[in-house]
């Protein structure tokens, strides 16, 4: 499996903590965090990966390099912010296998990518994503669902709980060739005008986002453990 994580954002309101790092490189416990993605791709089978970066790339490249322990590691950069639809349509575009794995360079979330991937491999859909449930949607909104797949989106401000886009994503290498731009948001151009078909992966893995100070915070205090647990749960599936 090959896979990509998105590395290209600026990080603004993450900034009071972390000034001088690109965001998917802020400490956490003393390593970066991208490294506890690399770590997790490896233990999801993942052999090759591909970087998008665009703000601070230089020092992405300088931390990771070439090579990850055993993983292979290629880089595509943004020389203009192309949205998050053009950073991985232009990964794709470096990719060698049928599809792969997306993920965000500021969140980790768990999911058991090999269980995601078999139902993906048994979809007519060209993207599958994975979704997470919360007790409480209002901050984030919610996704609506027929038949597994996506059939809509919920704004923020409705209360209960419901399932959420967890941001990791299997992609087949040319779902986007159709989409002309080559700047576009993936979640406004693509999910939420279901441009797309996606199936709807749903897992409850643990999740967090570090792009704001509270989060980054947790994150120190809670992820070690967290990710210890994940790793582990995944050698005894693997």
């Not at 956490?28 to 233990?43: E, K, S, V, W």
Request: hydrophobic share 40%; with cysteine; charged share 25%.
């Amino acid at each position: 499996m090959e896979a990509i994580i998105l590395a290209g954002g600026f990080g603004t309101r993450l900034r009071p903590c972390v000034d001088d790092l690109p965001k998917p490189l802020a400490p956490i416990n003393g390593r970066p965090f991208l490294t506890y993605l690399l770590d997790y791709l490896r233990a999801n089978g993942v052999c090759r990966a591909v970087i998008s970066t665009g703000y601070m790339s230089e020092k992405i490249e300088e931390a990771i390099g070439t090579r990850y322990r055993e993983m292979e590691i290629e880089y595509c950069r943004e020389d203009s912010p192309l949205g998050t639809g053009g950073a991985i349509k232009k990964a794709l575009g470096m990719c060698r296998e049928k599809y792969a794995a997306v993920i965000n360079g500021d969140t980790f979330y768990g999911v058991n990518l090999s269980e995601m991937q078999r139902i993906h491999v048994s979809s007519d859909c060209p993207i599958t994503l994975a979704a997470k449930k919360l007790m409480n949607v209002e901050r984030s909104g919610y996704l609506e669902i027929k038949d597994g797949k996506l059939s809509g989106f919920c704004e923020k401000g409705a209360s209960g709980e419901g399932l959420i886009n967890g941001g990791i994503y299997l992609i087949d290498r040319n779902a986007l060739d159709g989409i002309n731009e080559e700047k576009f948001s993936f979640e406004k151009q693509v999910l939420e005008k279901l441009l797309i078909p996606v199936r709807v992966f749903e897992s409850d893995a643990y999740f967090i986002d570090i792009g704001v100070p509270e989060e980054f915070a947790r994150a120190n205090a809670e992820i070690d453990s967290a990710f210890c647990q994940t790793l582990f749960e995944l050698e005894q599936v693997l």
